[in-house]
């Protein structure tokens, strides 16, 4: 081990690179420099041959994002006992571990909530979240909520049964990955002709939040991640559909407020709301909409305590 040099790391990479994905070649290295690493604490190595090595740059992959038909079509190929966890996957942005770990206490049907805590790993088991962010608690649409409130009733399971798991085995137990994939999630992927992943599901629900208009923060506290970056790093190629919204209205924008001059005829629930936010926003004395003095301006408005309330009609 002593001979090792960096030159030989960079060779080795190279093996690997002709053959695998380079996200698995990065696997693989960090595996491999964490193991010299420890050769040098335990004074083996007198320095890491891990140096200066660069590895394969990562390729952008396309991401499926289903239709909500799709994702019916998916979901009626799926053995009923598990056809919830193709909704809290695709319109809650579940990972399949979250969803395979989620226990009847953390469902709370009166609320409609879903408390994520907890995880059945694909090797380990059962342990909790990897980050506080993570943690979240996600509201639920109705119609999941009712699905849930079903799948439960099914099951005979009642709110009493706080430690049981939503989703099991056919024996009981907890789901393993494997088998889940290979006897549910392959079977209705080919009987439905969706072809996509488990995890394609979550990314399906970041293009259903950008659909509806989701603010950004949401989006992000909703998949759990922990920084606007990591949501940004991996559904950035999603914006340019935002954007196209954020055009879309501020023509819509820039339209209302020309019929809304003077000498015009038209105006807009929205041109009337901006003029109540620069109302909010500006001092006593301070100009708003074309330098019109608003020293007093909210008097005419009731609302709560220290806040006017918006225009008749807003």
């Known amino acids: 081990m002593s001979a090792q040099h960096p030159l030989h790391i960079r060779r080795f ?31 083996v190595l007198a320095v890491s041959p891990c140096r200066a090595i660069r590895l394969p740059a990562q390729r952008p992959t396309a991401k499926a994002f289903l239709t909500p038909e799709a994702i019916d079509r998916l979901a009626a190929a799926v053995d009923p006992d598990y056809q919830p966890m193709i909704y809290l996957a695709a319109y809650l942005g579940l990972r399949w571990s979250e969803v395979a770990g989620l226990r009847v206490g953390r469902v709370d049907l009166r609320r409609a909530t879903v408390s994520v805590a907890e995880t059945n790993a694909y090797v380990g088991g059962f342990a909790d979240v990897k980050s506080r962010s993570a943690r979240r608690t996600i509201a639920l ?15 005979h399971l009642s709110p009493a049964d706080t430690t049981a798991l939503v989703f099991a085995a056919p024996a009981g137990g907890r789901l393993y990955a494997n088998n889940w994939h290979r006897r549910v999630w392959a079977p209705a992927v080919a009987a439905s002709g969706v072809g996509v992943t488990f995890h394609g599901l979550r990314h399906t629900s970041v293009g259903l939040m950008v659909a509806t208009d989701t603010h950004p923060k949401v989006i992000q506290q909703r998949l759990g991640h922990s920084t606007w970056t990591t949501t940004m790093d991996i559904y950035g190629h999603v914006l340019p559909a935002v954007d196209d919204g954020v055009t879309t209205k501020l023509e819509t924008l820039h339209t209302a407020t020309r019929l809304n001059r003077p000498g015009s005829t038209g105006g807009s629930d929205l041109t009337r709301r901006l003029s109540y936010a620069c109302i909010q926003e500006v001092r006593p004395g301070d100009a708003c909409s074309g330098g019109e003095d608003v020293r007093g301006a909210s008097s005419g408005f009731s609302g709560g305590v220290g806040a006017p309330g918006p225009p008749a009609g807003g």
């Open 13 to 43: 990479v190279e093996t690997l690179n002709a053959t695998m994905a380079p996200s698995s070649v990065r696997s693989v290295y960090i595996v491999l420099r964490a193991l010299l690493t420890s050769a040098v604490d335990a004074e």
């Open 141 to 155: 649409p109705p119609f999941l909520a009712e699905m849930l409130a079903a799948h439960l009733t099914r099951r």
